[in-house]
């Protein structure tokens, strides 16, 4: 189990605060593109689970990335698939933050992430790729991590929980610099019944700025009510202990009772023989009284 609340929230800050002094470095270039994969994996879940198609994922090495899916003919799915790349990756990274605060089956967790990101890449991804290079080499290396134990898999999971809620909040910037290429942007034009080709156009229709602005406001509080709702219950989070029954204590009390031991008990309304509390009824006083004159 993870440490206490004061250590927690102190390997969290460390964490928060040594990404965000390294943001520019090479190494977080790297850690950048493995969520940017997350942000395209979940559109390409979305697509799958909604009944879809998906033909590829790429990623453009600026912090960019594309998925290539066929939603389903339902009408809602489009929504769920565009959706899915900001509120997937803010629930990704809050559930790791959480498994690896709480040092629940952590290992197990490391060792299906990294199978599951190495599949993904196979499938989706072109050989040689951007995309297959970044899903491979972390894919590898949360499998080995998950394999070397329990510690390593419980660190492991909250540097990954921590660095892709963190650039899942940082992400959410690019609605105030350029809304009209973003996910929310995309969706907007659609609800507001244009077709790729008004992409282009410079003009950009007011109804779409609009409904870019609602979209992109709504996404970015859910995205950081999942983050702050898991962070505040990972922080909060105690170990727990399991209080023996009465049946089960006197399972582990060694040898017969005694006399003594037994009046005693059944004085308080409790069977010596099973640990059951008695009904009140049942109670009576030992020994019995002596009602003569």
Known sequence: ??????????????????????????????????????????????????????????????????????????????????????IGSSLVGAFLLRLGFQGRHARQTMILLGLFLISVSVLYSKLGELA?????????????????????????????????????????????????????????????????EDLQNEEVPTVVVVLGYMIATLWSLLSVGIIFMSLRSSLSHEETHDIPSMEESFERFPGDL???????????????????VLPPNLFQDFPPKDNSP
């Open 258 to 276: 005694s006399p003594e031991a037994k009046l005693w008990l059944e004085k308080r309304g409790v069977d010596p023989e099973s640990g059951i």
């Open 132 to 196: 297959y290079l970044t899903g491979i080499f972390w894919g590898v290396g949360i499998l080995v991590a998950g394999m070397l134990g329990e510690t390593i898999s419980i660190l492991s999971l909250v540097f990954l929980g921590t660095s892709i809620s963190l650039y899942s909040l940082y992400d959410l910037s690019d609605f105030a610099e350029r809304l009209t290429e973003t996910d929310a942007g995309i969706l907007a034009f659609w609800m507001a019944g244009l077709g790729p």
């Open 1 to 86: 189990m993870m440490a206490e609340k004061p250590v927690k929230f102190v390997i969290f800050l460390s964490l928060i605060l040594s990404l965000v002094a390294f943001w520019d470095h090479q190494f977080t270039s790297y850690l950048k593109e493995f969520v940017v994969l997350i942000h395209e994996i979940c559109h390409a879940t979305a697509a799958l689970f909604s009944g879809g198609v998906v033909k590829g994922i790429a990623l453009h090495g600026n912090e960019g990335g594309e998925t290539i899916a066929v939603p389903a003919s339902f009408r809602g799915s489009f929504i769920l698939v565009v959706s899915a790349g900001y």
